[in-house]
């Protein structure tokens, strides 16, 4: 019995963990099977990404979770959950947080619905300039969100082309139509952002659908969209899915047109005001790990219920 206890005591795991992770190194270094050199042709691809991870990823995050449990302003020491008492308990971060998913759940929603048509059109069609077409449609991918809210009150801003055709049009003053720096005019700048996203994404799967199946649908009889229906759209729902995840994430993470359009306060734009002078470090540092755990969480079920493949 004393034996077995021996066995199955800490130090005795402790030494054959030590024992694995010393074999493994030598197996590395000195591989001899051609398994071997494969799997340290596998760690030298890996290495300079896993060091990143660390010093970019793991280390700076570590340090957050820290903060956001200390007892002192700017210094990580104690442990108190006040910060997240105050995330959950109070009704104005609770709104922060309803605001973020609604905003991101609705833009997400409106974003795949018109990639899946162009990514439709740019893929089963010879469309004139279909060059010029995917640059227009990945072309937002390149621009800073302060940028695209820009873009947004040059349009839809009180002194904007698309108000002041619309005033000139109907009579209306350009202060009644303009809607730039309201909830839809943000809704409408976050779309702008996401739908290219999605797109490539979609793109990528329409390329893998088998169109020997379209066409025999076709044959039967079947009308475009019934073959759509019932023919494409089972084999692009894995890139659908993958599209839903990816611009979700992007409608959390948004900032960038959020500090051009502060109409709706959001978790990030919230998260920025606390890291001001005179706001809570803790509470900030908190914000922080709940939206990395909320959004590490949604990709990890998003993924493991579905055959997705999403890009970080």
């Given at each position: 019995?004393?034996?077995?206890?021996?066995?199955?005591?800490?130090?005795?795991?402790?030494?054959?963990?030590?024992?694995?992770?010393?074999?493994?190194?030598?197996?590395?270094?000195?591989?001899?099977?051609?398994?071997?050199?494969?799997?340290?042709?596998?760690?030298?691809?890996?290495?300079?990404?896993?060091?990143?991870?660390?010093?970019?990823?793991?280390?700076?995050?570590?340090?957050?979770?820290?903060?956001?449990?200390?007892?002192?302003?700017?210094?990580?020491?104690?442990?108190?959950?006040?910060?997240?008492?105050?995330?959950?308990?109070?009704?104005?971060?609770?709104?922060?947080?309803?605001?973020?998913?609604?905003?991101?759940?609705?833009?997400?929603?409106?974003?795949?619905?018109?990639?899946?048509?162009?990514?439709?059109?740019?893929?089963?069609?010879?469309?004139?300039?279909?060059?010029?077409?995917?640059?227009?449609?990945?072309?937002?991918?390149?621009?800073?969100?302060?940028?695209?809210?820009?873009?947004?009150?040059?349009?839809?801003?009180?002194?904007?082309?698309?108000?002041?055709?619309?005033?000139?049009?109907?009579?209306?003053?350009?202060?009644?139509?303009?809607?730039?720096?309201?909830?839809?005019?943000?809704?409408?700048?976050?779309?702008?952002?996401?739908?290219?996203?999605?797109?490539?994404?979609?793109?990528?799967?329409?390329?893998?659908?088998?169109?020997?199946?379209?066409?025999?649908?076709?044959?039967?009889?079947?009308?475009?969209?019934?073959?759509?229906?019932?023919?494409?759209?089972?084999?692009?729902?894995?890139?659908?899915?993958?599209?839903?995840?990816?611009?979700?994430?992007?409608?959390?993470?948004?900032?960038?047109?959020?500090?051009?359009?502060?109409?709706?306060?959001?978790?990030?734009?919230?998260?920025?005001?606390?890291?001001?002078?005179?706001?809570?470090?803790?509470?900030?540092?908190?914000?922080?790990?709940?939206?990395?755990?909320?959004?590490?969480?949604?990709?990890?079920?998003?993924?493991?219920?579905?055959s997705a493949e999403v890009g970080i």
């Open positions: 019995m004393s034996d077995r206890h021996a066995e199955n005591s800490p130090l005795s795991t402790l030494r054959a963990l030590t024992a694995r992770v010393v074999g493994a190194f030598e197996t590395v270094a000195n591989p001899v099977t051609e398994r071997e050199r494969e799997y340290r042709r596998i760690v030298a691809l890996c290495a300079p990404f896993s060091v990143l991870l660390f010093v970019a990823g793991l280390y700076p995050l570590s340090e957050v979770v820290r903060i956001s449990v200390s007892t002192a302003q700017y210094r990580s020491v104690g442990f108190s959950l006040d910060a997240y008492a105050t995330l959950f308990g109070d009704p104005y971060y609770r709104q922060v947080a309803f605001n973020s998913l609604w905003l991101a759940t609705g833009t997400t929603l409106v974003s795949v619905g018109l990639a899946v048509p162009i990514a439709h059109a740019l893929e089963k069609y010879d469309l004139p300039g279909e060059d010029l077409l995917v640059t227009l449609v990945s072309f937002p991918i390149s621009l800073p969100g302060i940028v695209a809210a820009f873009m947004i009150l040059v349009l839809f801003g009180n002194n904007g082309v698309v108000t002041a055709v619309t005033a000139a049009l109907t009579g209306a003053r350009p202060t009644d139509l303009a809607f730039a720096v309201s909830v839809p005019g943000l809704f409408v700048a976050f779309v702008y952002s996401m739908v290219p996203r999605a797109t490539l994404i979609l793109r990528g799967t329409y390329a893998e659908v088998d169109s020997a199946a379209e066409e025999a649908a076709q044959a039967l009889g079947a009308t475009p969209f019934e073959t759509f229906r019932y023919v494409t759209l089972p084999q692009i729902r894995p890139g659908i899915t993958g599209a839903l995840i990816l611009t979700f994430r992007t409608g959390l993470a948004i900032f960038g047109t959020l500090v051009v359009i502060q109409t709706l306060v959001v978790w990030t734009l919230q998260l920025s005001r606390e890291l001001g002078v005179g706001y809570d470090v803790q509470v900030a540092g908190a914000m922080a790990t709940v939206y990395f755990a909320f959004t590490f969480l949604f990709t990890v079920l998003g993924l493991r219920y579905t």
